[in-house]
């Protein structure tokens, strides 16, 4: 039972891992790193399914007669490029944050917005009193 | 040519987006733009004249036979929020020039224009499509585009929202995905169509339940449902304000036109909330949210925080009335869907001209705007006035069937708790006027002029159809009560 769904507990062992990272840690790149993970399980979740006892892969050839389903595999590719985008996007913006605010920590930014958020109240009821 | 119009539609503003590459020249590249989505405008006009003379349109892709192939699928409901994309799009494309010419750097408005095409591209995509698979595809392609569009603010608060939009959209779609590979794993079709025939046969099945689960929360992660709205407000309130004003009248519209297609039509109604708890669940969730981000907005600073929790208000009524699982209420729930986009891109456009003449959107630099500022502010208090529902305004017509809809299921709790809800919205939208009328400037205040021309025409353009379509409420009406009547598999 549990070797028969190898695949899955890997599957879901994986998916925990990535979602954990991106919520327990503060550092924007960790987050970023444990997407990626998150996003890795789903893609084998998708080949494991296209896989079919004693198939072979799925090129056509003399005597192969049972073959893995192809289609998971062409929308993971997609997907597998989408993730990709969304990494690459997601480290482009960690970098112009770290410009911007001076760090990657999301405590540190929280605490600098915090600042600027105050900053304008006070201006703004000082504007009310005058 | 006619027959090809659903591929179209997506295509068009999908290379226009590339082309703005070519052209280079600002001003060219806004027009560019602005042909495009015009295009794209025009078409679906045709589609919706075309769907509700002669019914459903499927097209096939390259020619490929549906289950195997995939379809586009233009049914009266994909029609009407086509409609409401493509309008909203072009109207808000009007004044993108002038805006962006004071909050984004020169070099940069090529790619502003190209992102908002991809966006554009993404959310006709999302509702053309008939394949499950393809959703998920076009549905990334707006929401990069939109990180990037919200990280382009002028603020450095902008590129955190866009981040955090960011980790949450992608858990978002990821859900959706694993959603659809669970249900492709029980079906082997990813034809929405196909999957609503053989989804019921292994409807039993904790398999089918675990899907149905991960597409739903993904969904409104989208849609910015209570308590999944986190991402909201600061993605809103810090973008630039063009990016706002599409965003707010048309992304969580998609997500919502998503909700309704899934357990509507892939999952069926009664497995959606006769079996499991769904009606329950959008109507504690709907009416918290309502509550919840109503009283938020009252303590707001920054107006683009108000509307921004607003929007989350509004969504809040709109799944309620999704939640009566009734005609009428899904009715209810089409007809909010357009009306909100015309009062949230209007009203948001306003802020947008107010940013434009002076630099912020605090609450206290509204003080005495109502005679400086005369013809915007008139926009934004129309627009309030149609968010709290006053008769005359668009607000009124859908609030009104939202509570025929309650009521018929003898929901009259809800009914007024709804009412009270509209009373908070009268709270935030009066701070405003306050400020804008009965307040006198600050005393280190410059005095502004009126928005610029190509502010007006489209705030003015927004507002009128508020007016028109709160009275003569035919066509949205039609369409919306048709759309409903279909998705319950009653002709009309």
């Not at chain 1, 549990?2 to 994986?14: Q, R, S």
């Not at chain 1, 595999?73 to 969304?86: C, E, K, P, R």
């Not at chain 2, 990334?140 to 902008?158: K, N, P």
């Not at chain 2, 009270?420 to 006027?433: C, D, N, T």
């Amino acid at each position: 039972m549990i070797i028969g769904l190898f695949n899955d507990w890997v599957v879901v062992v994986l998916m925990m891992i990535g979602l954990y990272i991106v919520i327990a840690h503060g550092n924007l790149i960790k987050k970023i790193v444990g997407l990626a993970i998150f996003q890795t399980s789903v893609f084998i979740l998708y080949i494991s399914m296209a896989n079919v006892e004693g198939g072979s892969a799925p090129i056509l050839a003399e005597g192969i007669k049972q073959f893995s389903n192809p289609l998971p595999h062409v929308l993971i590719l997609t997907a597998i490029v989408v993730g990709v985008a969304t990494t690459a996007l997601g480290l482009a913006l960690v970098v112009r944050i770290k410009e911007a605010y001076g760090s990657i920590e999301e405590e540190d930014i929280q605490h600098l917005d915090n600042k600027t958020q105050d900053e304008t109240e006070i201006q703004a009821t000082e504007g009310d009193q005058s | 040519m006619i027959s090809h119009l659903p591929i179209l539609q997506v295509i068009v503003p999908l290379m226009a987006a590339p082309i703005c590459l070519l052209l280079k020249r600002s001003q060219l590249v806004w027009l560019f733009s602005l042909f495009a989505s015009a295009i794209a405008f025009i078409i679906s006009v045709l589609l919706l004249q075309q769907v509700m003379t002669s019914g459903v349109i499927s097209y096939e892709l390259g020619g490929w036979e549906a289950p195997w192939g995939i379809e586009y699928r233009i049914d009266k409901l994909n029609a009407f929020l086509l409609l409401i994309i493509s309008a909203i799009s072009t109207v808000v494309l009007i004044a993108a020039q002038t805006s962006i010419e004071k909050e984004i750097p020169k070099e940069k408005h090529t790619l502003f224009y190209i992102l908002y095409l991809l966006s554009l591209t993404g959310m006709l995509g999302i509702v053309s499509t008939g394949d499950a698979f393809n959703v998920f595809v076009f549905l990334e392609i707006s929401s990069l585009s939109a990180y990037a569009l919200i990280a382009l603010g002028q603020d450095r608060r902008a590129l955190w929202a866009s981040y955090q939009y960011l980790i949450m959209g992608t858990i978002g779609a990821t859900f959706i995905l694993i959603g659809i590979g669970l249900m492709y794993q029980m079906t082997g079709t990813l034809n929405m169509q196909d999957l609503s025939q053989r989804l019921p046969e292994v409807a039993q099945t904790r398999t089918v339940f675990t899907a149905f689960a991960f597409v739903i929360v993904g969904v409104c992660l989208k849609l910015a449902l209570f308590p999944l709205h986190l991402w909201l407000p600061n993605a809103y309130a810090y973008a630039p304000s063009i990016v706002t004003a599409f965003f707010a009248a048309t992304a969580t519209k998609v997500a919502i036109y998503l909700l309704i297609r899934f357990t509507f039509t892939v999952f069926g109604l009664s497995f959606s909330f006769t079996t499991l708890p769904l009606q329950g669940l959008f109507l504690l969730l709907g009416l918290t949210g309502i509550f919840v981000a109503s009283s938020a907005a009252i303590y707001q600073n920054n107006v683009k925080h108000v509307f921004a929790y607003s929007s989350i208000a509004q969504v809040g009524y709109i799944i309620v009335g999704l939640s009566t699982s009734t005609i009428t209420g899904l009715t209810a729930t089409l007809l909010h869907l357009f009306n909100h986009a015309l009062m949230k891109s209007a009203i948001f456009l306003a802020l947008g001209a107010v940013v434009y003449r002076l630099g912020n959107v605090q609450l206290s630099s509204f003080n005495g705007l109502g005679r400086q500022m005369p013809l915007t502010m008139a926009a934004i208090v129309i627009g309030g006035l149609s968010l709290i529902g006053v008769p005359l305004t668009v607000g009124f017509v859908s609030k009104w069937y939202l509570l025929t809809a309650l009521l018929e299921k003898g929901w009259w709790p809800v009914a007024i708790l709804i009412l009270l809800g509209s009373l908070l919205a009268v709270i935030y939208v009066w701070r405003i006027v306050e400020a804008a009328y009965f307040k006198k400037p600050l005393a280190d205040s410059v005095p502004v002029k009126e928005a610029p021309l190509f502010f007006l025409i489209p705030i003015w353009l927004l507002i009128t159809a508020n007016i028109y379509f709160g009275i003569d409420t035919r066509l949205s009406l039609q369409v919306a009560s048709a759309a409903a009547q279909s998705l319950f598999g009653v002709s009309p």
